[in-house]
């Protein structure tokens, strides 16, 4: 169930940004990938570094895997940094 739920809600972020059909297949196998990880959910604040930051392989929520899977080729983290930004005032 928990595979379904990150799918859609990757497929949802898909809509955010352009991508080819192999890219999106790429996004969804590395997704899939990631929740067979042994990753404990530690709501715990990390510092991490920009851009490319993340919190420890083991550890996180919902959204790092998320941020994670779009490595492939999108810093998630990044875009959506720069977006507030230039709209913080919006």
Do not use: W
Not at 5 to 24: D, G
Not at 47 to 76: E, F, W
Request: charged share 20%; hydrophobic share 40%.
């Amino acid at each position: 169930m928990n595979r379904i739920i990150l799918l859609l809600v990757l497929i949802s972020f898909n809509f955010c940004f352009a991508q080819t059909e192999i890219q999106n297949k790429t996004l969804c196998h590395y997704a899939v990938e990631l929740t067979r990880q042994n990753v404990v959910y530690d709501a715990s604040y990390f510092a991490i570094d920009y851009p490319n930051g993340d919190v420890p392989s083991d550890k996180g929520v919902c959204t790092d895997v998320i941020v994670r899977a779009y490595r492939m080729g999108i810093d998630l983290q990044k875009e959506v940094h720069e977006d507030m930004k230039m709209n913080f005032g919006k």
